[in-house]
């Protein structure tokens, strides 16, 4: 069985591929967050604490919300 390897044990290209792509979770999840905060309840499909919930399934919840979520202006 491999040994697991620390953070700081990982070469430097996958050090920035996790940190890439943690970033982009915590943004998009931010977004999703910010626009479900202050969008109007009639402005949302489905109930807003649902989607905040779905929110932090990992890349899918945002992008979700983002996508379907929202009703259009």
């Not at 626009?35 to 990992?58: C, E, H, M, T, Y």
């Amino acid at each position: 069985m491999a040994q697991r390897k620390r953070f700081n044990q990982l070469p430097p290209r996958s050090r920035a591929l996790i940190i890439v792509g943690a970033t982009v979770q915590i943004v998009l999840q931010g977004i999703a967050l910010r626009d479900l905060k202050n969008r109007p309840v009639d402005q949302v499909n489905g109930p807003k604490k649902a989607w905040a919930a779905a929110s932090f399934i990992n890349y899918f919840g945002p992008i979700a919300y983002l996508a379907v979520g929202r009703k259009k202006k």
